[in-house]
């Protein structure tokens, strides 16, 4: 094997000589280094080498120290000490601290050659091994990256499923035509300063944007009255939490968002409806989300009046917190500046087919 390098060590020029020879008539290439430091330089500068043979008591740096700096620098190189019979124990403790064998002053030909292969033999397992691990880690990677991939175009087409959802209500409800949206990513934009996690990001997100879904089975002459509603009707009406739960729960992606579609009527006192939940009962979703309906509520024009500004939806907004509104919720929501807000809904106003389910991993200024 001639492009197999064995680096000799050994201060003896015989000993030395005598290895180099039987290697050379071996086909193999040794290269010879007379002290500790030499081997360290050659280690350093003339790398790799298929194997070391090394004496234990080498001058300047021994062998024991030449072991550790190949397992520092080349640990899939194997080592092989040569010791005399008197220092067999240090041999053996060698082979403990990562050398691969030793052989005795004085060996025959057939010993060295032996002793050479089965380290060769090992190497090449070792890189076998290593190119087997770092093609199977790039296969995962791979394959984890089209999975990854797969799931990110599901979960878009998804959400291309919701949106024609809610551009459907819109087409129902004229008069709150655009709000699903504008409500979404406000409720995003105050969800992140809360630091709620991205993985509950999106169900945060399509709850929001669901919320009103359950509006389609209210009767149009209910849904679409100009006028104030009755108390009979009113009771119609508010049956669209549950009406919009019953029709999410079922669809697997969709679980956990309906339970903020069936909560954001509650009010943080326990005055909501439709079930009077109070305090930490509320998913945080659907209370993040009850700000951010009343902000797009009060600033945005409606039939029977035009919209008002974002500092005086603060100043209602404060005004209700502890009753309709997680204190907590709102302490965040007024940390934040009104431009953020006057931000989105320019944002939303100027791109016709902008969707905020589509930014919930993005992290676009006018979402943070």
């Known amino acids: ?61 021994d062998g024991i120290g030449l072991l550790d700096k190949l397992r520092e620098i080349h640990p899939d190189t194997p080592m092989v000490m040569v010791t005399a019979m008197q220092d067999v124990g240090v041999a053996i403790s060698a082979m403990r601290r990562g050398a691969y064998d030793y052989l005795l002053k004085p060996f025959a030909r057939e010993q060295l050659l032996a002793t050479i292969e089965r380290a060769l033999d090992y190497r090449r397992l070792v890189q076998q091994n290593s190119m087997y691990r770092q093609n199977l880690e790039e296969l995962v990677s791979a394959r984890t990256e089209m999975l990854r991939q797969a799931i990110n175009d599901l979960e878009r087409s998804y959400d291309i499923t919701l949106e024609a959802l809610g551009d459907a209500l819109d087409l129902k409800d004229a008069e709150t035509e655009g709000h699903s949206k504008r409500v979404t990513a406000y409720t995003i934009a105050l969800a992140r300063h809360m630091g709620v996690p991205d993985a ?17 089975a209210i009767p149009d002459a209910i849904l679409l009255k100009p006028g104030r509603l009755d108390p009979g009707e009113t009771t119609i009406m508010r049956e669209h939490c549950l009406r919009g739960y019953q029709i999410l ?25 439709p079930r009077g939940l109070h305090g930490d009962q509320i998913p945080l979703g659907a ?3 009850a700000v951010a309906d009343t902000l797009d509520a009060i600033t945005s024009d409606r039939p029977y009046r035009r919209a008002n500004s974002f500092d005086a939806a603060r100043r209602e907004i404060r005004r209700c917190s502890g ?29 016709t087919r902008f969707s905020p389910l589509f930014f919930i991993g993005d992290h676009r200024d006018f979402l943070i």
């Open 200 to 216: 509950q990001m999106r169900i945060v997100a399509r709850g929001a944007f669901l919320h009103d879904i359950g509006k389609m």
């Open 323 to 351: 009753t309709q509104f997680d204190p907590a919720v709102v302490d965040v929501f007024l940390r934040i500046p009104d431009q953020i807000w006057r931000d989105l809904q320019a944002e939303i106003l100027r791109q």
């Open 249 to 273: 729960r079922k669809i697997p992606f969709l679980r956990d968002a309906a339970e903020i579609v069936y909560s954001h009527q509650e009010h943080f006192d326990g005055s909501g409806y």
């Open 1 to 61: 094997m001639a492009s197999s390098r064995i680096l000799v060590v050994d201060q003896e020029p015989y000993t030395r000589a005598v290895i180099a020879t039987m290697l050379e008539k071996s086909n193999y290439f040794p290269v010879v280094a007379t002290n500790g430091h030499e081997a360290m330089a050659r280690l350093e500068q003339d790398a790799p080498f298929d194997v070391v043979l090394s004496d234990i008591m080498i001058n300047g740096v």
């Open 287 to 289: 209370r993040i989300f």
